[in-house]
């Protein structure tokens, strides 16, 4: 069993910045993939940055030079650092990752999300 636990979501005024967290725990062998997707209301589900343990990081057009992605393996935490951000960018962030497990192949594994309102 493996679980994605987010943090770090809430209420920021326009331009300000906010910090999320995403810590998987469980039976984990190894991470392939961790990232971040948003939905806001009346959207579609979309990617916003990912960061596979091999390869490169990926960012939403949206977002580049605003957010960063980062990793600590040896916490299987994943972080999104948002900087000036904007009210367009209220949404449910979601942390995501593909895992595998001592009895799994790689696994799509999901948090419940945190919410992100911008607004002043």
């Known amino acids: 069993q493996v679980q994605l636990v987010e943090s770090g979501g809430g209420l920021v005024q326009p331009g300000g910045s906010l910090r999320l967290s995403c810590e998987a725990s469980?039976?984990?062998?190894?991470?392939?993939?961790m990232g971040w997707y948003r939905q806001a209301p009346g959207e579609q589900r979309e990617m916003v940055a990912t960061?596979?343990?091999?390869?490169?990081?990926n960012y939403a057009d949206s977002v580049k030079g605003r957010f960063i992605i980062s990793r600590d393996n040896t916490k299987n935490t994943v972080y999104l650092q948002m900087n000036s951000l904007k009210p367009e960018d209220t949404a449910i962030y979601y942390c995501?990752?593909?895992?595998?497990?001592?009895?799994?192949?790689?696994?799509?594994?999901w948090g419940k999300g945190t919410l992100v309102t911008v607004s002043s």
């Open positions: 960061m596979p343990t091999v390869g490169r990081t």
């Open positions: 469980g039976s984990i062998f190894s991470i392939l993939t």
């Open positions: 995501n990752a593909v895992i595998s497990t001592m009895k799994t192949a790689p696994m799509n594994y």
